[in-house]
């Protein structure tokens, strides 16, 4: 596998600074599953090229969990010949200081744009490499790799030639290889394990939040382990997992919504003088994290039908190391809302963001029985999306729902009828609010309720 960079910047030569790796010399490096070496194949203050060279062990190279039918695998095996997770891997044990954007001799070209040729000549590319690296300021060139050079007739193979023209800070430059070889692959070479998402997440810092297929590129490079991409896409720049598809990658202001959604609810709650306070259907703890900043709460429960989700909220809020004051103040529940559960109450303010949309249409009686009726709190909060909203969304405007677990979406009128008939059967009183802009024909994208006795 053979990934170079090359720069025109003057004195080209700078770019070893930048690499902490000396134009004069061959380094090697044992990594995990072969021999990394990194070599200058020119070096001149016009122009310089660093090549990264991966030998790889066969044998180590085949795709994790992929089941060993094929019996010619171990002689027909592309593995250590296409980029893929590996090189990656390489990277970010050969290139660390540069992949964090540190130059201890060049301090100030490590944090400036420059001009850069990035080449990988053979790479199994799944999509089009344009979808992922375009936005991010690069010009693509992605050359299809002949089947057989002499069939043409056989057409194109999997792989292409790629080479990615740009100025940009090396450290940008290099962590969008890092996640994008992978995610082009759409295959990883070891167990992705939930440290994969904050290492996804440190190399995404600054441009995956923004990224039009950053779903997609989450899915992906979390080997398509869902838990693990809703906990992903939910800590990206504050956006929810809830906020965006997840195959579809809706972009229309999801940061700043997910933001003001939580905003609104912790209002309402310091409104309603809560102290003990029911996150219902918390997921991984985007709201819990907001709660548990504010004293004003002095009990916090998350309660989820998901232990998946309460683990990821456990790792979010990192119960294990708060102080044990802190830890006093907060509990996770595993409990399904449909049924009664006598642990919820007693509680001051309960609330459910973004959960009513998740439950199939028959069962809403019984989480409505089960929150307004049973537990019974003072104040409940309800926030859902606003369909009629859905048209200003690129990707939604023919009936589609923001997230693939969506059961419904309703618009401004069924939300309302809803609530009327919700509050007038358990004896709230109940009104309604707008989140995020509100557009003069369709509302606001989310729609609150707040429930009160």
């Not at 450290?171 to 070891?190: E, G, I, T, W």
């Not at 306070?277 to 709201?287: E, I, K, R, Y």
């Not at 595993?334 to 001051?348: E, K, S, V």
Request: hydrophobic share 40%; charged share 25%.
């Amino acid at each position: 596998m053979l990934l170079t960079i090359t720069t025109t910047h003057h004195p080209a030569t700078d770019l070893g600074y930048l690499l902490v790796k000396h134009p004069d010399r061959l380094q090697s490096f044992e990594v995990s599953g072969g021999t990394a070496h990194v070599f200058y194949p020119e070096a001149t203050p016009q122009r310089c090229t660093a090549a990264l060279l991966l030998d790889v062990d066969p044998g180590a190279a085949r795709p994790a969990k992929q089941p060993d039918t094929f019996t010619l695998r171990q002689h027909v095996n592309d593995r250590p010949y296409a980029a893929s997770s590996l090189l990656s891997a390489a990277l970010g044990r050969v290139l660390r200081t540069a992949l964090r954007g540190e130059s201890r001799d060049r301090p100030e070209l490590a944090a400036t744009p420059i001009p850069l040729e990035l080449r990988i000549p053979a790479l199994r590319c799944k999509g089009d490499a344009e979808t992922f690296f375009g936005p991010l300021g690069w010009t693509v060139e992605a050359t299809p790799i002949p089947l057989d050079p002499t069939h043409p007739e056989w057409g194109p193979s999997r792989y292409v030639d790629l080479t990615l023209r740009g100025t940009l800070r090396l450290a940008d430059a290099l962590n969008h290889v890092y996640v994008l070889l992978p995610v082009l692959d759409d295959a990883k070479h070891y167990w992705v394990s939930t440290d994969e998402v904050e290492k996804l997440l440190r190399a995404g810092t600054g441009w995956l939040a923004e990224h039009p297929a950053k779903a997609v590129i989450a899915r992906r490079y979390l080997a398509h382990r869902t838990a693990l991409t809703n906990e992903a896409l939910s800590r990206l720049s504050d956006v929810d997992a809830d906020a965006d598809t997840v195959d579809q990658a809706v972009t229309a202001r999801p940061e700043s919504l997910a933001a003001l959604r939580r905003t609104a609810v912790v209002r309402q709650l310091a409104e309603a003088g809560a102290h003990r306070v029911l996150d219902l259907g918390c997921g991984p703890g985007a709201l819990l994290g907001e709660l548990i900043r504010d004293r004003r709460f002095t009990e916090i429960v998350g309660a989820d039908v998901s232990t998946v989700s309460l683990d990821m909220a456990a790792r979010r809020l990192r119960l294990d190391r708060l102080p044990d004051r802190q830890r006093e103040r907060i509990r996770l529940l595993q409990t399904a809302l449909t049924y009664r559960d006598d642990r919820l109450r007693g509680y001051d303010a309960a609330v459910l963001m973004e959960v009513v949309e998740h439950v199939d249409p028959p069962r809403l009686p019984a989480l409505a029985a089960s929150v307004f009726g049973h537990a019974a709190p003072k104040t409940v909060i309800v926030t859902t999306p606003n369909a009629e909203y859905n048209v200003r969304y690129q990707g939604l405007e023919h009936g589609g729902m923001r997230h693939h677990d969506h059961r419904f979406e309703w618009d401004r009128a069924q939300f309302g009828a809803w609530c009327d008939e919700v509050a007038g059967r358990y004896g709230y009183t109940v009104t309604r609010h707008g989140i995020g802009e509100e557009d003069p024909e369709v509302g606001a994208s989310t729609q609150m309720a707040v429930f009160q006795q």
